[in-house]
Structures are given as structure tokens and as C-alpha cells.
């Protein structure tokens, strides 16, 4: 099944709801308007859908292998992996000192999306580099900005994040790795890190592993944690590769998905310890290892939506194909394409409404993100910053959550078809259920939001979101067309159940916090629903304004049709949400724990 | 992972909701009251629990293989069936004229439950005998019935249902497989059937295949279809085994999920035909597959439970086990297991709420079945049946919609080994996919009871469920406890929300087809939610009666507590569904069909 990158969908998220056209006028993005969007996704487009896509089916029949330490990727990765290099692309994002284009974020998303829907088996590689490469300019001394960075930023070395151990893994307080500083200022490493995506693969000479770790004598818990880097191989003096450092993969994981990507369990320090360069300084590992969770975390949520996309097309090429029945409708005695039938559609509607809503939440977020990072006014940037922060666990929560829904509708569509392995709609059904887990599950996501995003600030960052929101239910009011009119009404009622949550979570979180903890992940998905709805309004708007200049008319009718159907059936979601939270509290954690 | 039958709750849905006492009155019934349904339950839960439980994951890493038209199942699954043929076990709700125990359903599918849970895809072998055994028992002619009934109820031979051709899916009406008629009464039949469960498989010694074709110069369409008896193996007038008959395994299908039970392409025919025996009348074959398929719909709503209780089970084990995170009240300054976590408490709580809620309404069902076939009063007898037929589609659409909730929830509980293969609980999720898509999509049993069951008869069942329901509110009204009290809150304001939607459909069905069909899966699911939530709430106020006389407080006080969060969890959704039936049956069908 070809994949074709929506290229179209993702320019008018950045055009208009994103607009590009404000992210170019900040310092640094002068020559990244509308035309280099549009070019580099043309690009993008091509390249993803050319060399990457076509290895996606191939990599889950024959995923990755292990034999005596070594990774053997699938047939063909290596090869892709090398034109991605040779393309510029792991650079896209990042700094031009480094060798990156310095493009922003609002079209480094982008891009993101058409890789992960090309293959997100194989874009988790690069997601990752990008995230070794966030850690180092943040915090890395110019000592291993210099060794480490160009490098990575060609995407000739890969990079990885180890975090997890057997028995830390969403608590990172239980890391137990430690590090034992050396004379001449580095550290060895000792112990078991799992769950390490692409720890050890056959696609780039050497891989930099950032590892969290404890340096002897540090304080129990989080605060007692360091990062490091661990290099593959040791690098010398002149950048070529020297010893073979003492981190080796013992084998990978049999999963249910991304099969093609190498999930390994590394073993640091079994021949004497394992060479490793702090990051930054000791004991504040955690600090920089959340700010590049946060780069992967909003990756992780393109990631729903480009897997959510590819199975949408999955389905309505089946749908357009497959006959199947005649019309309800009696409108015609022969049987037809299963499209022709409301709950085909209602399907296939309640995918591409989704998509189309989380991407534009994606967009717009990417947006703040370059203004938190560019914009010379420093109050601007500040509110771009905490505006930002706040769509982070809904981006990356509500889009993966979506992304189950979807590709399970995906396979509902085909039917029995849907089932059977060859169809390919299951591979997408199997790869997307990680996404929920991996960079924090769906209930670390929502306890961020809670804590951090929520009641640390006394709701004031949500009202205020609320309050642009109950701004654009004016403008679809004042524009008054049945679809607008249905979308006022819906964002209405769905902002008034918001405000309701906020509250409560902003005022009962100390007092109760058992109750409101147990809400955190409805609070989080009537959130990303009504924020992503509201990015879907204003695409509404967009599109009744130009479908009257006759501009694209078919396109912004669909996206009309599409924005009414999300008020309909995905906004009126929210209602049951508001009432788990807001009553259910109590009955979540009453039955007794021996009584389970 | 082990399993354990859930018994006790079986048997308080047995004893309360579906009222054995009153089964047990029914003629032919007599002695199948409540100590025998729990003498049978506990002798099966054994056997299950040590025989059939343990094949499931081996069967799921080395399923059924295929070569050179035989199927090899997965080793253990010869021996186990052949225990469970010994035990009688096939025969439990089968008519003691044929060899079977003749128990009610009520007894019967709960015990289907547990064979389910154990082992969902050795439990499909059984699940096409039964409905073999019930198209024979309602259709077949005294010869077909002398020569295959008692082989059947036995197990020494099992039994499939041959619908679906490539082109025939949902649509039978697309049914090609053709059947000649001979001299001496027989047919020969030519065609290809995909997806036939256990088509053929090494675990009996005969395979009995009910198949759809179409015999020369019948009508098109639904119409001109008849249903035949195809043996593997040709029976000889003293009953031993004769020729092979031409109907051939081609290839087995590389599914998503229950890898261990072989689905089978079927070639009919292609060495001469394939000698077929007409089962009731000509061309009312389909008729006669419905009856058949209705008690395999039945069947698969409890495999929805059934694989949900699996994977409840597997997560509350891993949840009292893993330790992560200290708990969010502060109650202690360790890391505590995560089942003190009110997210996982959550999550674990719609899985049980939701798991109970379906078993006590499958198991009304099943009570409202034994009556409508049993009862003297004929009017009762059409009562039943009428509840019953009402129900199908509830038990089949929801549960099994539920199920990939649960499933779902269940690897989320796990994390990130949720994700490996290896912990099992991937398993579940994959092999529950299946069971919203055979017997009937969920929009197929969606259609049904729009059409069949609603629009019919202009909604009377569906007011008469309505005002059931009704009764129990003030039931718990009267009650008063806080419990009840919600419960008659959520249960009064769901009820009005579906007897909108049943108005709707009642009166809309006609002049807006699409919008209403459009509506049918959100219909079915408010349906489902409502009906197996009266039933908690029925359980609610027996577990206060039973708790205030200090009968099984603990058991009791869960009960409470799951109906509880049941009310305010999972009631609570259906007023966004009620919206997309009543608000979204036009947005739903907008969009312009080459715009997808």
C-alpha cells in the first residue's frame, strides 16, 4: 500500500493556522515563509514516498535481527538511511553552526509527519538523533558540541536516550546505572539499560548513547541522577573513530509492533566500564534529559497522526475498491463500494477528522515553539513558551490516543480483510499501540498536565486558552453558516465542560488528590479534543473565507465538511469526560485493592 | 499467565439477574437449578483452568500450520480436545436425544465463557459445532440428523459455517458457489469459501461443513441461496467413514490475532464436485444460517467478555506486582505498587465495570432465551424471544467493542512490556480484534437493530426495555445509598437519552436512511452501555440486600463499587453518542465522496 504525504493539508495547517508568515518575520527564519514550506515538503514528499515508504511493510516481515551483538536492520534500511543522510534531512531543524538548515519548528513538523507516515519504524532513528542532539546544545560543553554535534547533525552517527531500567521505567527515581568519575574528568559506566530504541543497529558508524546514570555519593532519587554520553565507539582527538567502547547490545526485543526497529537492552561496563563525558553538570541529568523528552514527546504525538493518516488512506483506498452491498438509501439495486455506506463513512470521518484536528493542534503548536525560541520580544516569547508547554501532553496524549482509535478503525473498515496480516491494515493497528507508552504514557502525559500545566498555576494558562476559544466561537457566530453555527455551539459547550474540569483541578488538587489524579486522563483527552477542535473552527473559518474567493473550493468545502463533523460526534465527546472527572473521582479508587 | 474462571460472579449473575430459580421451572429444566449450574461451573472451571489455559500462549507462538492441504494444529491442541470431547463438554446445552445434557443457556454460556477465556482460539472449534448442531437441529431432515447430530454432540466430528467467498462478505447475496442437483437427492457443489474457522484442522476425525451455494436456476440474490451438509469424509449407512469428499484446504490464513485456530480457503469441487446434502428446503438456506448465526453471535459477544476478563486478570496481577512511583496523596515516601495509582486504578476499574456489566446482561440474554423456547404461556414464550432477539445485537456489538477497550487497557496497564510479545498481554489485544469484525461487523449488528429490531416495530421493545429500566430507578431511588443514587441519576438521564435516539430511528429510519444508519453504531453502543448498566444496577441493589444481611460483604461491596464507577464512568458516555445519532447524521454523510 503507497503512501502519499498530505502535503496539501499540512501547508494550509502552517499557512493558515499556523502562519508561517509570522514565524518568518522572526530573527533567523527570514527565508522560511510559505514558498520554503512548500518547497521543502514538495521535497519531503517526494523523497519520503519514493525511497522510505515502500520499506514499511517489508521491515515488520522482516524486522530487525540479533546475533552475538550485532543488529542487522531490515534489507534495504541502510541503505535509505544513507540517501536520508546524503538528503540533508536529519539536519532540517537543526542549528546551521552544526551544519543543520536552521528551518523552524513549523516546518521541521511538518516534515516530521511525512517520515513517520512513511515509516515510523524507520523515523524513530533520526527522532531519536534529534533528541541526542537537543541534550548536547543545551547542556553539552563545547568540547562535545565540537566532537559530537556535526555529526550527528548529518545524521552520520545516530543517537539514543537511555533511560529505562528493569525497574525504573516511568519512575526514574529507581535508576540504578552507575558512574565512576576517572581522572582526567571522564566517568565509566556500569549497568543494564532497556527498552533502548535503536541501541545498536548497522545504519551509522557510531551511535551516542545519552545515559542517565548516578555518580557514586549522589543523593537517592531524582536529583541524584546525571546524564551522560556513552559513545559506541570512542572518538579521538581528530573526529576518526577509535576503540570500541564498553556498551554492548545482549538482545533485542519480540514486539507487537515497529518491528522493524531495533528495541535494544544494553549492557554498560562488563569489561571494565563503559568510557562516558557528563553532560552539563552532575546531578541535574534530569532537568536536560526532560527537556529533550519534550522535543520527543511532541515527535511522538506527530507520530499518531502520520500513523492515524497512513491507515486512513489504507481505508479509504479499500473503501473506494471493495463492493459490498446495496445503498440503505435504496438509491440504487446493485450492490456498491463500501463508501457509499453511512458507517463506512462515519468511520472513515471519524479518522479524518481527527487527523486533520490534531494536526492542526500539532501545527500550531510548533508555532509557539518558535516563538518561545525566536521571538525578540521576551513577554511574547514567555507566553509562547507556557502556551507551548501547555499543548505538549495534549499533542502528544490525545494524538496517540488517537491514533489507536484510528487504526483500529482502519482495520474495522476492511472487515475480515482487516485481519488477515497481508492486508497491511493491522501492521499500522500493532505499530501505533506503543505510542501511547513510550515518552511517558498517556497517564504521565496527564499528570504533567494536572501538576505542572494545571494547578501549579492555578488553571490561569487553561482559561487562558479557553478564553481565545470562546473568541473564535464569536467569529463563527458572526459568520453564521450552519456548520459554523454548529461548531459555535459545540466548542461552546465543550469550553464551558473545560472550565468546569479546570477548576476542579485547579482547586482540589492539594485537598483531593487521589480524585483528581484518577481524572487526569479524561481531563487530558476532553483537553486535546476541544483545543484540536478549536484549531478544526478555525480552519472553518479559514476555509469559508476562501471557498467564497473561489480559491481550492473543493478542498476548503471538505475541510467545512470535515471541522462540522468533528463538532458533531468527536466534540461532543467531551461531556461523558467532564462527568468522569468531575464525579467520578471518588468511585475510581473506591473499591478495595485486595478486591481486584 | 494463568487464568482463573471468574465463578462467583458467574454465579451471582446466574442466581440474581438472569434468576435461575425461574429457569429451573421451565419444562425439561427441572433439575437444573443453581446447585447444578454451580456443580457444572466449578467442574469446568477446573478442566479449563488446567487443560485448555495453558495451550493459549503456545498456540498464539506456534499456531496451526499448513502443508500440502493438511493443517497441523499447534501440539497439545489434539490431546485437550480429546479430553474435552471425553468430558462431555461440547454436549452441555444439546438436546439429550442426540447425547447431549440438555442444560439452558444460562448455564451453558456461562460455562462458554470460561472455554472462551481459557483459550479463545481452541474455543472456536466447539463454538462452529454448536452452530452446526443448531442449523441441523432446526432444519435437517430425520436422515441428516440420524446420521450426524450425535458424532456432533459428542465432538468426535466439529463443525463450520461456509459463507464468505471473496466477493461475499457482509453480502451474501454475492454468494457464487453453485450446486448441482443429482440423482438419489444429493448435490455437487463447486466454488472456493474463505475464511472458514477450523476448515480444516487434524483435531477430529470427521469435519462436518455447512455451506451457502446456490443450486442451478435459483433466483438471484438472498433469495436463491440453500444450505447443504458437505462431510470431509463421506458417511456410510452403518456410520463409519468413507470416501474423502472433494473439498479441499488450499491454504490457511497469517492472521492478526487467535493464530492457533487455522482459517481455511476451501476449494469445493474441483475434482468432480463436492457431494453435498440439502439441509431443510431450497433456497431458504440463508433463513436457516441466520438461526445459526444468531446463536454464534451470542457466542462471540461472550468471547468479548471472556478475552476481556483474560487481559483483566493478567493486568491486575502485573499492577499488584510492579513497583513505580510514590503514590500521589503522599501517603508514603516509597515507591509503592501501581495498583495504588488512581490512573491504573481507573483504567482497571473499566475494564471490571465494563467486563461485569456485559456478563450480567449476556447472561440475562441467556435466561430470556431458555424462556422463549421453554415456556408453556406462549405469550411469555414471544416475550422472551422478542427481549432476547433485542438483546443479540447488544451482547455481539458491544462486548466485543468492549473488549478491545479492555484488551487495550490492559496492555496500557503494562507499560512498556505491555509492548513485548512475551509478557502476553499483547496477545489478548491482538486476538480480541477479530471479534467486532466475524459473525457480523458491529455495523452489521448495527443494522439489525436499526432496522430488524427499532425501526420495525416503530420502537415498542426498545420503550418497553425503557420503561424496565424505569422500574429499576425507583427501585434505587428507594434505596437511597449514595451508590444507588447516582446509579438512578446516570441510569435516568442515559434512559432518556436513548429513548430520544429510539425515537429517531423509529421515526426517521424511512425518511432519512443515511442519517439514521449513520447513527447505527453510536446507537448500538448507548444501547449496550444502557442495558448492561441496568444490569449493574440490578446487581447494585442485590449486593446492598445481600451486604446488609452480612452475606459476602466483601463480594458484595465490590459489586457496589464497580456499579458505581460503572454509573459515573461509563454511563456517562453515552450522551456524546446520543448527540452523534440525534445532531450528526447529515455532517457524518457531507462530504463529497471523491474529497476522501
Given at each position: 500500500?503507497?503512501?502519499?504525504?498530505?502535503?496539501?493539508?499540512?501547508?494550509?495547517?502552517?499557512?493558515?493556522?499556523?502562519?508561517?508568515?509570522?514565524?518568518?518575520?522572526?530573527?533567523?527564519?527570514?527565508?522560511?515563509?510559505?514558498?520554503?514550506?512548500?518547497?521543502?515538503?514538495?521535497?519531503?514528499?517526494?523523497?519520503?514516498?519514493?525511497?522510505?515508504?515502500?520499506?514499511?511493510?517489508?521491515?515488520?516481515?522482516?524486522?530487525?535481527?540479533?546475533?552475538?551483538?550485532?543488529?542487522?536492520?531490515?534489507?534495504?534500511?541502510?541503505?535509505?538511511?544513507?540517501?536520508?543522510?546524503?538528503?540533508?534531512?536529519?539536519?532540517?531543524?537543526?542549528?546551521?553552526?552544526?551544519?543543520?538548515?536552521?528551518?523552524?519548528?513549523?516546518?521541521?513538523?511538518?516534515?516530521?509527519?511525512?517520515?513517520?507516515?512513511?515509516?515510523?519504524?524507520?523515523?524513530?532513528?533520526?527522532?531519536?538523533?534529534?533528541?541526542?542532539?537537543?541534550?548536547?546544545?543545551?547542556?553539552?560543553?563545547?568540547?562535545?558540541?565540537?566532537?559530537?554535534?556535526?555529526?550527528?547533525?548529518?545524521?552520520?552517527?545516530?543517537?539514543?536516550?537511555?533511560?529505562?531500567?528493569?525497574?525504573?521505567?516511568s519512575d526514574l527515581s529507581l535508576v540504578r546505572?552507575?558512574?565512576?568519575?576517572?581522572?582526567?574528568?571522564?566517568?565509566?559506566?556500569?549497568?543494564?539499560?532497556?527498552?533502548?530504541?535503536?541501541?545498536?543497529?548497522?545504519?551509522?558508524?557510531?551511535?551516542?548513547?545519552?545515559?542517565?546514570?548516578?555518580?557514586?555519593?549522589?543523593p537517592e532519587g531524582v536529583k541524584g541522577i546525571?546524564?551522560?554520553?556513552?559513545?559506541?565507539?570512542?572518538?579521538?582527538?581528530?573526529?576518526?573513530?577509535?576503540?570500541?567502547?564498553?556498551?554492548?547490545?545482549?538482545?533485542?526485543?519480540?514486539?507487537?509492533?515497529?518491528?522493524?526497529?531495533?528495541?535494544?537492552?544494553?549492557?554498560?561496563?562488563?569489561?571494565?566500564?563503559?568510557?562516558?563525558?557528563?553532560?552539563?553538570?552532575?546531578?541535574?541529568?534530569?532537568?536536560?534529559?526532560?527537556?529533550?523528552?519534550?522535543?520527543?514527546?511532541?515527535?511522538?504525538?506527530?507520530?499518531?497522526?502520520?500513523?492515524?493518516?497512513?491507515?486512513?488512506?489504507?481505508?479509504?483506498?479499500?473503501?473506494?475498491?471493495?463492493?459490498?452491498?446495496?445503498?440503505?438509501?435504496?438509491?440504487?439495486?446493485?450492490?456498491?463500494?463500501i463508501v457509499h455506506h453511512p458507517d463506512v463513512?462515519?468511520?472513515?470521518?471519524?479518522?479524518?477528522?481527527?487527523?486533520?484536528?490534531?494536526?492542526?493542534?500539532?501545527?500550531?503548536?510548533?508555532?509557539?515553539?518558535?516563538?518561545?525560541?525566536?521571538?525578540?520580544?521576551?513577554?511574547?516569547?514567555?507566553?509562547?513558551?507556557?502556551?507551548?508547554?501547555?499543548?505538549?501532553?495534549?499533542?502528544?496524549?490525545?494524538?496517540?490516543?488517537?491514533?489507536?482509535?484510528?487504526?483500529?478503525?482502519?482495520?474495522?473498515?476492511?472487515?475480515?480483510?482487516?485481519?488477515?496480516?497481508?492486508?497491511?491494515?493491522?501492521?499500522?493497528?500493532?505499530?501505533?499501540?506503543?505510542?501511547?507508552?513510550?515518552?511517558?504514557?498517556?497517564?504521565?502525559?496527564?499528570?504533567?498536565?494536572?501538576?505542572?500545566?494545571?494547578?501549579?498555576?492555578?488553571?490561569?494558562?487553561?482559561?487562558?486558552?479557553?478564553?481565545?476559544?470562546?473568541?473564535?466561537?464569536?467569529?463563527?457566530?458572526?459568520?453564521?453558516?450552519?456548520?459554523?453555527?454548529?461548531?459555535?455551539?459545540?466548542?461552546?459547550?465543550?469550553?464551558?465542560?473545560?472550565?468546569?474540569?479546570?477548576?476542579?483541578?485547579?482547586?482540589?488538587?492539594?485537598?483531593?488528590?487521589?480524585?483528581?489524579?484518577?481524572?487526569?486522563?479524561?481531563?487530558?483527552?476532553?483537553?486535546?479534543?476541544?483545543?484540536?477542535?478549536?484549531?478544526?473552527?478555525?480552519?472553518?473559518?479559514?476555509?469559508?473565507?476562501?471557498?467564497?474567493?473561489?480559491?481550492?473550493?473543493?478542498?476548503?468545502?471538505?475541510?467545512?465538511?470535515?471541522?462540522?463533523?468533528?463538532?458533531?460526534?468527536?466534540?461532543?465527546?467531551?461531556?461523558?469526560?467532564?462527568?468522569?472527572?468531575?464525579?467520578?473521582?471518588?468511585?475510581?479508587?473506591?473499591?478495595?485493592?485486595?478486591?481486584?
Open positions: 500500500m503507497s503512501y502519499t504525504a498530505p502535503v496539501k493539508d499540512l501547508l494550509f495547517a502552517i499557512e493558515h493556522l499556523a502562519q508561517i508568515d509570522q514565524v518568518a518575520q522572526l530573527p533567523g527564519f527570514e527565508d522560511a515563509g510559505l514558498d520554503t514550506a512548500a518547497a521543502v515538503l514538495e521535497e519531503c514528499a517526494r523523497f519520503n514516498q519514493d525511497v522510505i515508504a515502500p520499506l514499511n511493510r517489508v521491515g515488520d516481515e522482516h524486522p530487525s535481527s540479533f546475533q552475538d551483538g550485532v543488529v542487522t536492520t531490515t534489507e534495504g534500511f541502510k541503505q535509505a538511511y544513507r540517501q536520508f543522510t546524503e538528503g540533508g534531512w536529519q539536519g532540517l531543524q537543526h542549528p546551521a553552526d552544526f551544519g543543520g538548515q536552521g528551518l523552524p519548528k513549523t516546518i521541521g513538523a511538518a516534515c516530521g509527519e511525512v517520515l513517520h507516515g512513511a515509516n515510523l519504524s524507520f523515523a524513530l532513528c533520526p527522532l531519536l538523533t534529534d533528541g541526542a542532539i537537543e541534550a548536547l546544545l543545551i547542556a553539552g560543553s563545547d568540547a562535545l558540541k565540537a566532537t559530537y554535534l556535526e555529526k550527528l547533525v548529518s545524521g552520520e552517527w545516530t543517537g539514543t536516550m537511555n533511560l529505562t531500567e528493569p525497574q525504573a521505567g546505572t552507575r558512574a565512576e568519575s576517572q581522572k582526567g574528568g571522564t566517568y565509566k559506566l556500569f549497568g543494564t539499560k532497556i527498552f533502548i530504541t535503536y541501541g545498536e543497529h548497522d545504519m551509522a558508524e557510531n551511535i551516542v548513547h545519552l545515559v542517565l546514570a548516578r555518580v557514586a555519593g549522589a546525571s546524564l551522560f554520553v556513552v559513545p559506541k565507539f570512542l572518538v579521538n582527538p581528530d573526529g576518526s573513530l577509535g576503540a570500541r567502547n564498553d556498551v554492548h547490545c545482549v538482545s533485542i526485543e519480540h514486539k507487537l509492533g515497529i518491528k522493524a526497529s531495533p528495541t535494544a537492552v544494553l549492557q554498560f561496563g562488563d569489561q571494565g566500564g563503559a568510557v562516558g563525558y557528563l553532560v552539563g553538570e552532575e546531578n541535574r541529568g534530569l532537568e536536560y534529559m526532560f527537556i529533550m523528552m519534550n522535543a520527543a514527546r511532541y515527535g511522538v504525538g506527530v507520530q499518531g497522526i502520520a500513523v492515524a493518516e497512513r491507515a486512513y488512506q489504507q481505508a479509504v483506498a479499500y473503501a473506494r475498491e471493495r463492493v459490498q452491498s446495496r445503498p440503505v438509501d435504496g438509491s440504487s439495486s446493485a450492490s456498491s463500494t463513512r462515519r468511520m472513515l470521518m471519524t479518522m479524518r477528522s481527527q487527523i486533520e484536528a490534531c494536526r492542526a493542534m500539532a501545527s500550531v503548536a510548533a508555532a509557539a515553539y518558535d516563538a518561545a525560541h525566536h521571538h525578540p520580544d521576551a513577554q511574547i516569547a514567555k507566553d509562547s513558551a507556557a502556551f507551548y508547554e501547555f499543548l505538549v501532553p495534549l499533542v502528544k496524549g490525545y494524538s496517540t490516543e488517537m491514533s489507536q482509535e484510528a487504526t483500529s478503525l482502519g482495520v474495522q473498515v476492511h472487515g475480515g480483510m482487516g485481519f488477515i496480516e497481508e492486508t497491511g491494515a493491522a501492521q499500522h493497528y500493532r505499530d501505533a499501540r506503543i505510542l501511547t507508552i513510550y515518552e511517558g504514557t498517556t497517564a504521565i502525559q496527564a499528570n504533567d498536565l494536572v501538576g505542572r500545566k494545571t494547578a501549579r498555576d492555578g488553571g490561569q494558562m487553561a482559561k487562558a486558552v479557553a478564553a481565545r476559544i470562546e473568541k473564535t466561537e464569536g467569529e463563527l457566530l458572526a459568520s453564521g453558516t450552519p456548520a459554523a453555527q454548529a461548531m459555535a455551539r459545540e466548542l461552546a459547550r465543550a469550553r464551558a465542560a473545560f472550565v468546569e474540569v479546570v477548576d476542579f483541578v485547579a482547586t482540589q488538587t492539594r485537598s483531593q488528590p487521589n480524585a483528581v489524579f484518577a481524572g487526569s486522563v479524561p481531563y487530558l483527552m476532553l483537553s486535546g479534543m476541544l483545543v484540536a477542535g478549536w484549531q478544526m473552527a478555525r480552519a472553518l473559518l479559514v476555509a469559508q473565507q476562501l471557498s467564497a474567493k473561489g480559491q481550492d473550493v473543493a478542498f476548503m468545502q471538505a475541510k467545512i465538511a470535515t471541522a462540522h463533523f468533528y463538532a458533531e460526534h468527536i466534540l461532543v465527546r467531551v461531556h461523558g469526560l467532564r462527568d468522569a472527572v468531575v464525579l467520578g473521582g471518588d468511585s475510581a479508587c473506591a473499591l478495595a485493592l485486595d478486591a481486584f
